[in-house]
């Protein structure tokens, strides 16, 4: 895929990029945790890091699949949370503390105390999804989830190079992150290059495929699509109207020339007429029009409460 934006040019997000994580060179946030360390290992470094301690064996399978990933994972997040690896047959006395009857076994420590927990081996996926519900008790968040909500800022300010040098760092780490994917493509969509985009959503699994970031772009760039074929007949729609105002085909269209100009609020005013003057009309195809406006616009956009509010208010009057 030809990407049109220049990853070479010097800038504050090149530079947020290049370093997620914390400074290089710092101390190894993997550790190894024994009988005799654990007060300052876990216990006492758990009141300045989260900590994730990880009980294994020598002789255990899922062990052997899930220790480096926890590595990998941890690592990635830059010294903002510790690994401590405990051997349980060398370790009996900690694996007795902590109850430990099964392993892999793993614990977050945060302030001392345990705050979540699970057993046997996982996808990368969902160890991230570990590590940043332990960094979000702890009132952090991982380098990663940084990268996307910069991103995301340079995106809404119109600072498309920065975003995508942002998104793609990001998805340099994390190649399956669909948020990351979605903001990259919407970056494309504001460059023009909705070709692009699309090539960036052609190949999902069907986990990415329905993250609600993706199902917003991909209502964005058929909206899109469809805006531009339609607005220029716009005068052709009104004539329709005005000759008769049940032409429910005629309005539809108009609402989609409308949102591809961004006038949000006119786009919904004229889905929720047809579904005033007839809510079953084509098998309830304004109203499927009007939830394919939200996806695209996003839930809590501002002309996406309005307009839901004023659905509600039809719905159940």
Known sequence: MEILFDPSRPGAAGA???????APGGPDPVREGTDANFQTEILAASKEVPVIVDFWATWCGPCKQLTPV??????GAGGRVRLVKVDIDKNQRLAASFRIQSVPTVFAIW?????DAFQGALPESQVRQFVERLLQSAGGTTPQADLLAEGRKALEEGQLQDAAELFSALLEQEPDNAAAIAGLARTFMA??????????????????AEHADIVQVKAALELAEAGRRA??????????????????????????????????????DALLEIIRRDRAWNDGAARAQLLKLFDSWGLMDEASVAARRKLSALLFS
């Open 111 to 115: 302030q001392g105390q345990p705050v």
């Open 16 to 22: 947020t990029a290049g370093a997620p994580g914390g």
């Open 191 to 208: 460059a023009g290059q909705e070709e692009q985009a699309k090539g960036l959503l052609a190949n999902l699994n069907a986990v990415q």
């Open 231 to 268: 607005q220029g007949e716009q005068d052709q729609y009104l004539a329709r109207l005005e000759a008769d105002p049940n032409d429910h085909q005629a309005r539809i269209d108009m609402a989609t020339a409308l949102n591809a100009a961004g006038k949000r609020e006119e786009a919904a």
């Open 70 to 75: 926890l590595e990998k994972v941890v690592r």
